[in-house]
């Protein structure tokens, strides 16, 4: 009387037959090509901003993440103050620095 599993379906025996790890197979090399297409380059580039993060030091030119380009003036432990133009100071946190400009390059703007 079911209108969606036919009676011929519904009194077969359960398909038991192969590898319940051949199953897993799939969905393991998914998590393993995840891992090396986005999740290891991510931790590289939070590894390398670290790092130039940490050695920023007074007088280099820097890029902020918002868009401010300036001279670093003074250095704190979690924050360092940034001149933008000529006596006008900004102060930001040390990881908002997106890049490390050469020596030079505010002049030419």
């Not at 319940?20 to 998590?31: A, K, S, Y």
């Not at 090396?36 to 902020?64: C, N, S, W, Y």
């Not at 360092?80 to 002049?107: D, H």
Request: aromatic fraction near 6%; glycine fraction near 10%.
């Amino acid at each position: 009387m079911s209108f969606f599993v036919s009676d011929a379906l519904a009194d077969a025996p359960a398909a038991t037959g192969g590898d319940p790890l051949l199953g897993l197979l799939f969905p393991i090399g998914l998590v393993v090509l995840l891992y090396f297409l986005m999740i290891r380059p991510q931790v590289k580039r939070q590894k390398e901003h670290k790092k130039m993060v940490e050695a920023l030091a007074k007088g280099d030119e820097v890029t902020t993440s918002g868009g401010l380009l300036g001279r670093i003036t003074e250095l704190g432990d979690n924050f360092a103050q940034i001149e933008v133009a000529e006596n006008v100071n900004v102060k930001i946190r040390r990881t908002a620095v997106e890049s490390v400009l050469p020596k030079g390059s505010l002049k030419e703007l």
